[in-house]
């Protein structure tokens, strides 16, 4: 975060011709001299940080109508957000190393839930230390094991809609994606445990969606309550804590070959380089990245996907008559999943045409050059997901849901960032990707669904991500027979 600029003259970029010319780029006075940042709105950071946390899309939207392809947003208290949307500056920015930018500094106010020693707020080598053990469990082989887990609490999903009429898909998916992602980190089967542990991360995340989250968290750091008995953050936070410990030991005592399939398992197998295993203390922040970072964000992944697919007959009929050839009628199975590419290129276009995440930001440690502006220490540089993924020259009509796009063509991991990317991307995004395709098959297999009439999803702040302002409601007509 910045806080004072002690900053040296840059090189200002080029704009568009039609921008206002006062608003062409920002010459300030700091205290080594002139410093030329990429020009943002003439309005208070207070006005800035109230249309960021409750219109985010319209707000960047606005500002990239008024000052181009390279703006800087002022956030009252939280610092200065250079907005980069260029797919060449997104490159240079994701293949800068760790040394140049840190993005765990930047996230450091979510420590709070995740821990201090979360793959999501460390940097350098303690960054890569965690994310090397983390990777492994979290794709491939190991990934499909948590097909069943995936299919089977969507079906329970489809049997609640049944008859239902008008639901919200968003909470039926957070349902979905915390019972799995519970079942997939610590290998817990339904029963009195796993639903403490459900109610008990569901309420410590609920503390993390309000859209003023990251403000409240930075006018009152939650650190400094860290021992607060009243507190019920806190008091859930401890009760979560001795539950996973709880978990933890019970595991570590059976012999391995004992002990559920689970990243839990991985992470108990793991050696770091030094020949050391996880501590209680790292495998619990581990765990808890992973329910926190893995579950409201496919969740909302998924409302968008159903507001963006059910308006459209000719994209849910093709979704249909290809589940219907692969299948021939009868539930989807691990095999069928992969042979769906049209599913495929449906989640990559919901993924691209509604960014649960608008922005990813890295915090400068040491000067870098990006598009033609030269940034030193304590600037905020962020590759807009949202802003690149509506590039009309990547995306024709880029507000137009078509998900051909991606059978097409292929984009350049700087041109489709729905995760990111560089040495940070997202660890689960084979998982969301394939997690989402399992619900999405198998709901669309069991269900007959139509958007609600009149519905309305505006993009509204949920904490660090962005959901539809209704929850995506839906009809449900009627199911569909699968045959046994
Ligand atoms: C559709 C669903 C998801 C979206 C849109 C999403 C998006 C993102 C984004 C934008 C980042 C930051 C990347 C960067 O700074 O360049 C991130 C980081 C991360 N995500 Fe996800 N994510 C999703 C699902 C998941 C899941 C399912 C998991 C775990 C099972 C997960 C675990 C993580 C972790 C651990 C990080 C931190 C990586 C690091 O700092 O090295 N995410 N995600």
């Known amino acids: 975060m910045i806080h004072e600029r002690r900053i040296r003259p840059a090189i200002s970029a080029e704009l568009p011709e039609t921008l206002d010319p006062q608003l062409r780029s920002r010459e300030v006075t700091a205290m080594t001299g002139p410093l030329v940042l990429p020009p943002s709105l003439p309005q208070s950071g207070v006005r800035q940080l109230l249309r960021y946390s409750f219109w985010p899309i319209e707000f960047l939207e606005d500002c990239a109508a008024r000052l181009g392809e390279t703006f800087s947003i002022e956030l009252a208290g939280l610092g200065t957000f250079v907005q980069l949307t260029r797919p060449d500056d997104i490159r240079d920015v994701f293949k800068a190393d ?29 960054h890569v230390r965690q994310r090397k053990a983390m990777l492994p469990p979290l794709k491939g082989e190991r990934m499909r094991t948590f097909f069943d887990a995936m299919r089977s609490e969507t079906l329970a999903i489809a049997d609640q809609w049944t ?127 992973v329910l926190a970072a893995g579950h409201d964000t496919t969740a909302l992944a ?33 095999e069928d999943i992969e042979k769906l590419p049209y599913l495929d290129a449906v989640i990559r ?75 940070r991307a997202c660890l689960g995004q084979a998982f969301a990707i394939y997690e989402m395709k399992v619900v999405l098959a198998t709901l669309f297999s069991t269900l007959r669904l139509e958007r609600r009439d009149g519905a309305v999803s505006r993009p509204v702040r949920r904490g660090v991500s962005i959901g539809p302002s209704d929850g995506s409601l839906l009809r449900v007509i009627e199911r569909r027979p699968t045959k046994s």
């Not at 040394?99 to 793959?119: K, P, Q, R, Y």
């Not at 409302?303 to 299948?327: G, H, M, N, Y």
């Not at 915090?363 to 962020?382: M, N, R, T």
């Open 163 to 289: 008859g239902a009429g008008v639901v919200r898909a968003d909470k039926a998916m957070q349902s979905i994606t915390l019972r799995v992602i519970i079942r997939a980190s610590l290998g817990l089967e339904s029963g009195p445990e796993f639903d403490v542990m459900q109610s008990a991360m569901a309420k410590l995340l609920a503390h993390v969606r309000h859209p003023l989250a990251l403000v409240m968290w930075k006018l009152f750091p939650l650190a400094r309550f860290e021992n607060s008995k009243i507190l019920p953050f806190f008091r859930m936070r401890r009760k979560f804590d001795t539950i996973l410990n709880a978990c933890f030991d019970r595991q570590r005592a059976l012999p391995e070959e004992q002990r559920p399939e689970c990243l839990l398992k991985d992470l108990l197998a793991t050696q770091y380089d030094d020949g050391s295993r996880m501590s209680n203390h790292e495998l619990r922040d581990a765990i808890v990245t």
């Open 349 to 423: 276009e919901s993924l691209r045409v509604r960014n649960v995440i608008p922005m990813v930001a890295r915090l400068v440690k040491k000067e870098i050059s990006v598009g033609g502006f030269s940034y030193p220490k304590d600037i905020v540089l962020c590759p807009s997901i949202h802003l690149l993924h509506m590039r009309g020259d990547l995306y024709p009509e880029p507000k137009l849901f078509r998900p051909e796009r991606f059978l097409e063509r292929k984009f350049a991991p700087y041109e489709w960032i729905p995760f990111g990317g560089g040495n």
């Open 302 to 334: 998924l409302a968008w996907a159903f507001e963006l697919i059910l308006p459209r007959a000719d994209v849910v009929a093709k979704i249909v008559e290809e589940l219907d050839s692969v299948t021939d009628g009868h539930l989807p199975s691990l």
């Open 98 to 126: 760790e040394t140049t930018l840190h993005a765990g500094e930047v996230n450091v106010l979510l420590s709070s839930v995740v821990g201090t020693s979360s793959v999501l707020v460390l940097d350098e080598k303690p």
